[in-house]
């Protein structure tokens, strides 16, 4: 091989194995573009004619994972959809190719494998991973509104069959090493001592190359793609509906009309539909939500804080599944509340994430090793971060900070888990006020990606560089806000919750109030979202604001928090729940009035305070209050956001519509202007 690449590094080893390592330059994650194919198509070339090397492994020269996928900022640039399903068609050519080379080729996975970089890796005869939870592989495409469009599609269901194959390609999931080695797209799963002797055995002893078994075979035959089609569809639309998502719809039209054996006809049709789907809405707009999401992830300026000591106060859901969760990232978790009879059942929870999310028995075992229960507060002198999460009563918390304080490092972060005090009221019980941040987690704390950081008038810039570092570390996503009662989501949030509920007093059926809003694409209804996050909850928050504000609280909220129907976690709320906590579903009762009618009611609802935010600065910008809506709420994110929202609908016709339903409802007026250039 003599050429050189600025993507690729060659090197021939003893055993006449060409290493191909992809190591793209200027980058510290090895990402696919235009430029990064064209040079495998030249390797590939040289290849073809290769009469020296025995094989060829292909593998990654990066600490960071093995491929990420295709260069979003890049794939999303094409001029029109002939010129996407142009880029995709010689993707797979190049892909083909691979396939068709004479010598064996290994792919050898460390770390993360996706999209584009998953379908590289199927196109060659071999694949070995690493076994660990930190490699992980998919066709996450659907999240972005595309679909895979490099052969992805059609080689994977031709591996392992189409049930196993739809599952991961519609929903985009990722497996480890592992379980792809169980699926059948992995050969072998590997501790990462043994991955370079694992990758040398396939050249070295060519075993058969792996084919889908005789059943797994017969799934993609036209009888059963008739059979099988209609049921997945039927399953996925339960789900997500094709006018939001439009991909995994496509998927499955391709797979049902043209199968997976007649490759020419199933590549070509793989390749015009992802190309569509590029200019789709949908794309946009999730492709916007991602890059909001990469905005979060890139604001830690400098990395000159890691913490490794975490000290919770308060095991209740919240204190309790924090200190679980930064176990599960690795840190040491003291826990501490009054008596052991509190700690007890966040240590039972704790157990059951770790079972969910690790499996073994050894990293189970390791995560609870991390997470110690501490009722005497021994660890608020060891701590790098303490996070206060007790009740939400201001004397409460203004006292576990002035013993906090006493006892802890002069370099810990000092933080509050409150999900709507400002910062200011607490810190007055501190010598040093400037230590105190507010970092907000939200229910469930292992799922929600998104945690407020918050910073109060006296909280110093560092402390504040400090919890946002912390916050990546723990791989979740920040976000900047300043504090204000009910900070962003919390603000925005809230005054919808309680027009859902409104809603419900002027006789409106809960279960019509959220069909309507998963209609609209929320993940589910604001009914069932309050029984989720705890009426009780709901009500102190609504209390606190309407203090601010000038929220009404509706009184059927009171109601049910006086008979202590809490939601979920009490087996009742609006709603009656099993043991498991899975809701019963109640009657559907007759409604002929528009559903738009409601969701464009709550949504409007929640512009207003969306609006009112950007205004007071309680975050730097529009694209921020989108990230926190989408991230902390799941605001539908086809949508962009709700800022992004408006302006694709018009911000100044929404604004008016918002103010006629306030004169049909013989609401105060006192609304402000949308500011158009806030956004």
Known sequence: MTNTYKHWK???????????????????????????????????????????????ILASAKKKGFI???????????????????????????????????????????????????????????????????????????????????GGTVRLPRMIGAPQAMNLILDGHTVTGKTAAKLGFVDAAVPKRQLVHA???????????????????????????????????????????????????????????????????????????CGKLFFSETCQNLVRVFFLQD??????????????????IGAGTMGGDIAAYCALQGLTVTLQDLEPRFVAPAIKRAHSLFKDKLKEKYLIQKAMDNLIPDVEGYGIAKADVIIEAVIEDLT????????????????????????????????????????????????????????????????????MDKAIQFVRKIDRLPLPVKSSPGFLVNRILMPYLLGAVDLINEGVPKTVIDKAMREFGMPMGPIELADAVGLDVCLSVA?????????????????????????????????????????????????????????RRLVLIMLNEAFACLREGVVADGDLVDAGMVYGTGFAPFRGGPIHYAKTQGINELYQQYVQQLKARGEKLDVQQWDTTEA
């Open 295 to 312: 905005r979060l992830k890139n604001l830690v300026k400098e990395k000159t804080f890691s913490p490794k000591h975490v000290h919770v």
């Open 396 to 463: 409460v918390k203004q006292n576990t900070f002035r013993m906090v304080e006493s006892k802890a490092k002069p370099q810990a972060i000092l933080a509050t888990n409150t999900s709507s005090i400002p910062i200011d009221d607490i810190n007055i019980a501190l010598m040093q006020p400037e230590r105190l941040v507010g970092i907000h987690f939200f229910n469930p704390v292992n799922k929600m990606q998104l945690v407020e950081v918050v910073q109060g008038a006296r909280t110093s810039d560092k402390v």
């Open 68 to 150: 990420a996928g295709a260069d979003i900022a890049k794939f999303t640039k094409f001029k029109d959809i002939a010129e996407a399903t142009s880029v995709l068609t010689q993707g797979q050519d190049i892909l083909n190719r691979l396939e068709a080379l004479k010598i064996p080729v290994v792919a050898m996975i460390d770390g993360f494998c996706l999209g584009g970089g998953l379908e590289l890796v199927l196109a060659c005869h071999y694949r070995v991973a690493e076994d660990s939870v930190k490699t992980r592989l998919g066709l996450p495409e659907v999240k972005l509104g595309i679909h895979p469009g490099w």
């Open 10 to 56: 060659l090197e021939s080893d003893a055993n006449n194995i060409l290493w191909v390592c992809f190591d793209k330059e200027d980058a510290t994650v090895n990402t696919i573009d235009r430029e990064v194919m064209e040079e495998f198509a030249s390797i590939l070339t040289e290849l073809e004619s290769d009469n020296t090397h025995v094989g060829v």
């Open 199 to 273: 990758a040398k055995y396939y050249i070295l002893k060519k075993p058969p190359r792996h084919k889908a078994t005789f059943t797994q075979s017969l799934t993609n035959q036209a009888i059963a793609r008739q059979l099988l089609g209609g049921y997945i569809r039927k399953q996925v639309s339960k789900k997500i509906s094709p006018e939001h998502y439009p991909a995994p719809f496509h998927v499955l039209d391709n797979w049902e009309h043209v199968g997976v054996e007649d490759t020419k006809a199933a590549y070509e049709r793989e390749a015009k539909s």
């Open 543 to 599: 209390k606190y604001l309407g203090k601010y504000y000038g929220i009404e609280v509706p009184p059927k909220l009171i109601e049910l928090v006086e008979q202590h129907k809490l939601g979920r976690k009490t087996g009742e709320g609006f709603y009656k729940y099993d043991k498991r906590g899975k809701m019963i579903k109640p009657s559907e009762p007759a409604y002929d009035k528009p559903l738009e009618d409601i969701s």
